[in-house]
């Protein structure tokens, strides 16, 4: 059974994106966890580690809980 189709038995309409969340997600986990760039990529499929890179959110995480940490 598919993704798609386990969700569309689940009334979820968001199949897409979904996919590209979790794929972002385990992706920044795997290299938060230190796993190789290099190794990240080649389990994500990636021919270019620049697009496994893409995908990478850790940045992300350090900017908002700056931006939480600041009260006005």
């Known amino acids: ?3 798609a189709s ?20 385990t992706i920044t986990d795997l290299l938060e966890q230190g796993l190789a760039l290099e190794d990240v990529q080649r389990l994500a499929g990636h021919a270019d580690p620049r697009t496994t890179r893409l995908y990478d959110r850790r940045a992300r995480k350090v900017t908002r809980n700056i931006v939480e940490r600041i009260s006005i």
């Open 1 to 3: 059974m598919s993704l």
């Open 6 to 25: 386990s969700c569309g038995n689940a009334s979820l309409d968001a199949v897409p994106s979904f996919a590209h969340s979790f794929r972002v997600i």
